[in-house]
């Protein structure tokens, strides 16, 4: 496989990163309006925000992306990383690239200061499952929500 380049996004980036985006969503039967959309891409670009994301390339094509999220918590004085959407393209599926991207999310959430990476899947994304128990801990706890 050629190698994969992880890099943040930039402003020439909306137009692969749009689609990847997209494609996450559908696989989670997904769709949001286009302001959502518009709103994101902004907040991704503004250094004053606290949300971020890179993209995985190959051979000069977007194959996959991250986004993820600084906030304060009460249990640690340092900040927390949620990780908040991580996708790869079909084809590379189980080629490494998702592990580049949440490591790539360590070592950024690291140099920012925080004291932990943390997500969610759903429970039967179980391709994702068996990579996540490989490079970070399950804590057992349930997520409970309500739409306001």
């Known amino acids: 496989m050629s190698s994969i380049e992880i890099r943040p996004v930039s402003a020439a980036d909306q137009a692969v990163w749009r689609p990847l985006w997209q494609a996450y969503l559908k696989f989670y039967d997904t769709e949001l309006p286009d302001a959502i959309y518009q709103s994101t891409w902004q907040r991704l670009l503004d250094p004053t925000e606290t949300t971020n994301a890179a993209l995985a ?7 996959g992306l991250v986004h993820f999220i600084y906030h304060r918590s009460n249990w640690s004085i340092q900040n927390s990383c949620y990780l908040q959407d991580l996708f790869v393209a079909a084809e590379l599926r189980g080629a490494g690239v998702g592990r580049r991207l949440i490591e790539h999310v360590y070592a950024t959430a690291a140099d920012a200061g925080c004291s932990k990476v943390h997500w969610l899947t759903h429970e039967t994304n179980a391709t994702a499952i068996q990579l996540y128990e490989r ?10 929500r309500q739409a306001l």
């Open 57 to 63: 390339w190959r051979d000069g094509k977007a194959v």
């Open 135 to 144: 490079i970070a801990e399950r804590p057992g706890f349930i997520q409970f």
